[in-house]
């Protein structure tokens, strides 16, 4: 369960991100957050795993208040919290295998870190985590080698290898077309139903929101403008999300 | 696993089990090992002369008096106006590698036209391509230990020096320029009507210009460091009175010349970096 | 007594030249009006400026340094002399430049390693992208700057000192101007790297050694052992030098020879130096293309 209680965040440069955010989610929901760029969609993923601080209220997550969490124990907590990007984030040049392997790194003993030797049990489970996002004949392909959706695929099989129970997801159909796109929002869908992971989403093609999760929340300058089921939402309501401006599909961009 | 409904994918071929994928792994580690085993040979054979023979009976001294140099310097020589001074001698460094480094590149302009091959037929371009590897091969004290024979010690040797040595970089680096000419703009300038000197003034030069003053400019900076190294063979500058000073031992006048010297590197380096990025960007 | 004379009143001159080139420049930007009314400003060239400047730099220059290009052209016979000897080497001592070409190469085999060793995790902390500590990378920064002005000769010489002649000390010079090249060489490409992989391995929960060891190596990894070969091949060469300060290798040799005036001797020494030269640069040609 993920809580937010008036959480607000101001950045250095005075920028007030997310003001009075209040959210409850529980285990297994597939959640799609949809607003302009600025809005605050970021913030929100970022405040979760701590690689942003919040200046006001708490961020809970499992009964622990997240800014509690220092040092070890920080790093423990972001293990079970996975998260994917819109530029994947891979390791170019190392073989999609490598790149999942380093999921295992931050329970590693520092000379296994130092040169890189893994042991069966963990390249077999890295394997599974290949297969389970289906590209496991290019195991042994360099990451730059890979389509860009063949990449975000690898970038979720690192995800699952850390077996979380929340992945959350920044922008991550932005850089796809509109075929690659569906697939992969295809299996977030098939991942968040086999194995009950929590998915916050950001997105910007709200069309693509609307089909694939159970719960939309509109962010708009900071603040949460809607929180409920797909099929409830109104075009009134997206409007107010997108302050008037034409509400972007993945058919118009 | 083989749900797929007459997919592209199921026909190419039967679906990898996880199994079967650990089993195809590149087994890179043979390739590896024997790249370390390489490199610790290597590395265990150039340790095996080189043994720690321990401080000289004065090694300490000299360390700790280098050290103290450094940080208690002689500031009357720092700061003196005389010939013997370290502003002085900074400026008499400075000369040197200016006149080093003008001449020089003077000089490599002929021979690195001479040794392009997009100028040359090849036999002669890699004649004098040798010439200058000949050149460069000669370190430059040697060159100076051959020069004082006709200079004399002093600044003037490590002028003719320093010309000759940086003929060799210069040269090199012009040669990359000249082969990377765009001869196009020679064509236009050719239907226009041009004559040879002109293509050459109009089409040619300006291409050039940029690149080799910023070669000029990246050479000075290393015949500054290389003029007070060439001081230790007598050639002038800031090096000979520092090596003077290290053999007898006075640590203050030591710590003074580090500082000049320091003080000459960074200036330079600061303003060559500056103009560098300038010539790249503006004019 | 007629030199400084003369030269005083070309400096006077030159000077004299100078103002009025600046004169000229500072002007304001000439405006040319074309027939259709339309104008335009034509900034005032610093050529000018810059020519007088460059001949009055180079006046002071042969001032200072006593330079005449007529002892050149006079004992310019000597050199050639010199030159003819050195290019008749004498094939009967290549015996005797084996060992010290040995040493020379495990020499700057052995600093090259150990320099390059040390500098890669002194890059890392000096990296503004991964350690955010401002203090240590400005701090690292000026230590490794101050090592990289010093001459490698003035380093040898202290080493040669501190340690006793040999290939020690020479290995010691070695180690710490790689240091110093190499570390900079290397905190310049980590600042370049894609951040994206190493904020991935961050989220995922590792810490700041093993995020920059699993994500930013693999990308530096090559850029890397390129500055090491780089630094290796001018090793080779700078270690042959070193002798003369008593360092060990071949400069010993080459010192001997001079003092001899056996430049017979002398050019065998540069040959043999030349052909290893000439082969670490193909070997390492050879193994960059293989990097990338």
């Not at chain 2, 100028?119 to 460069?136: C, E, K, Q, S």
């Not at chain 2, 500082?259 to 970096?273: C, H, P, Q």
């Not at chain 3, 902390?125 to 991964?130: G, K, V």
């Amino acid at each position: 369960m993920i809580e937010f209680k008036n959480v607000y965040k101001t950045y250095p440069n005075g920028f007030t991100a997310l003001k009075d955010v209040n959210l409850q989610i529980p285990q297994g929901e597939f959640v799609a957050i949809i607003g302009l760029s600025g809005a605050g969609k970021s913030t929100i993923l970022r405040c979760i795993n701590r690689m942003h601080d919040a200046t006001k209220g708490q961020v809970i997550v499992d009964d622990v208040d997240v800014s509690t969490l220092k040092g070890a124990a920080l790093r423990k907590f972001r293990r079970k919290v996975g998260m994917i990007f819109q530029s994947f984030n891979l390791v170019s040049r190392s073989t999609a295998l490598k790149t999942v392997l380093t999921a295992d790194v931050p329970e590693m003993p520092f000379w296994r870190v130092l040169l890189g030797i893994f042991t069966k049990e963990q390249k077999m489970r890295a394997l599974e985590s290949l297969d389970k996002v289906g590209i496991l004949d290019k195991a042994y392909t360099r990451c730059d080698q890979l389509s860009g959706g063949q990449q975000q695929r690898v970038a979720l099989a690192r995800t699952l290898n850390q077996n979380p129970s929340i992945i959350l997801a920044d922008e991550p159909v932005a850089s796809l077309d509109p075929i690659t796109a569906k697939q992969v929002m295809a299996d977030f869908v098939r991942i968040n139903k086999e194995y009950n992971i929590s998915i916050l989403l950001n997105i910007h093609h709200v069309d693509l929101a609307l089909k694939y999760c159970d719960r939309v929340i509109g962010v708009r300058a900071g603040k949460i403008v809607f929180d409920g089921p797909a099929s409830t939402i109104t075009q009134a309501q997206l409007d107010e999300v997108y302050n008037g401006t034409a509400v972007p599909t993945m058919d118009k961009g | 696993m083989k749900k797929k409904n007459g997919s592209v994918l199921e026909t190419l071929d039967h679906k990898l089990t996880v199994a079967e994928a650990y089993a195809l792994r590149p087994r890179k580690w043979v390739l590896y090992t024997v790249i370390v085993l390489i490199l610790a040979t290597l590395v265990g054979w150039s340790g095996s002369d080189v043994h720690f023979s321990g401080l000289t009976s004065t090694g300490s001294s000299v360390a700790r008096g280098v050290v103290s140099g450094i940080f208690h310097p002689d500031t009357s020589l720092m700061f003196g106006t005389g010939e013997t001074d370290v502003p002085y001698l900074l400026l008499q460094t400075i000369a040197i590698a200016i006149l080093g480094t003008l001449f020089g590149s003077i000089l490599a302009v002929p021979f690195a036209f001479l040794a392009s091959t997009n100028i040359m037929p090849r036999p002669i371009a890699y004649a004098f391509r040798v010439v200058i590897l000949l050149i460069r091969t000669i370190p430059s004290l040697v060159w100076a230990l051959m020069w004082i024979r006709v200079t004399g010690p002093g600044a003037a040797c490590g002028v003719i020096t320093q010309s000759v040595c940086s003929i060799g970089m210069i040269s090199k680096m012009y040669i990359t320029a000249i082969e990377d000419l765009d001869t196009k703009i020679l064509e236009s300038l050719d239907a226009m009507g041009c004559t040879p000197f002109q293509k050459i003034r109009y089409g040619v030069i300006p291409q050039l210009t940029a690149s080799f003053i910023s070669t000029t400019i990246y050479r000075f900076d290393i015949n500054l460091k290389d003029a007070t190294t060439l001081g230790i063979v007598a050639a002038g500058g800031i090096g000979s009175s520092l090596m003077q000073c290290l053999n007898s031992r006075r640590w203050a006048m030591v710590g003074s010349f580090v500082w000049g010297l320091m003080l000459l590197v960074v200036v330079i380096e600061f303003f060559s970096t500056k103009i560098r990025t300038r010539l790249a960007h503006g004019e | 007594m007629a030199n400084i004379f003369t030269y005083k009143h070309l400096l006077i001159g030159e000077l004299l030249v100078l103002a009025v080139a600046l004169v000229l420049t500072l002007r304001k930007p000439e405006v040319i009006t074309t027939k259709s009314g339309n104008t335009v400003s034509r900034p005032r060239s610093p050529m000018g400026v810059i020519c007088t400047l460059l001949v009055l730099a180079i006046t002071w220059a042969l001032h200072m340094t006593g330079f005449q290009i007529s002892v050149i052209i006079q004992k310019g016979e000597k050199i050639v002399a010199i030159l003819e000897k050195l290019f008749r080497p004498k094939w009967e001592f290549f015996p005797k430049v084996i060992a010290p070409l040995v040493d020379t190469i495990k020499m700057s085999i052995l600093g090259t390693v150990i320099g390059c060793a040390a500098a890669l995790p002194i890059a890392v902390l000096a990296s503004s992208n991964i350690d955010h500590n401002k203090f240590v990378v400005s701090l690292l920064r000026v230590i490794l700057g101050l090592i990289r002005t010093l001459p490698t000769l003035i380093i040898a010489l202290v080493c040669a000192l501190i340690f006793s002649l040999g290939t020690f000390a020479g290995t010691v010079a070695i180690s710490i101007f790689t240091f110093g090249i190499v570390a900079k060489m290397l905190y310049e490409s980590i600042e370049t790297i894609d951040m994206g992989p190493f904020e991935a391995m961050e989220a995922l929960g590792a810490n700041k050694f093993q995020a920059f060891w699993s994500a930013g190596v693999p990308q530096i990894l090559p850029v890397y052992l390129s500055h090491c070969l780089y630094c290796f091949e001018m090793n080779v060469r700078a270690s042959a030098i070193l002798g003369y300060v008593g360092a060990g290798g071949l400069g010993i040799t080459i010192n001997e020879r001079i003092g001899w005036r056996d430049y017979n001797g002398l050019g065998m020494v540069l040959l043999t130096l030349l052909v290893v030269v000439v082969s670490i640069e193909f070997l390492s040609e050879f193994l960059r293309k293989k990097l990338s």
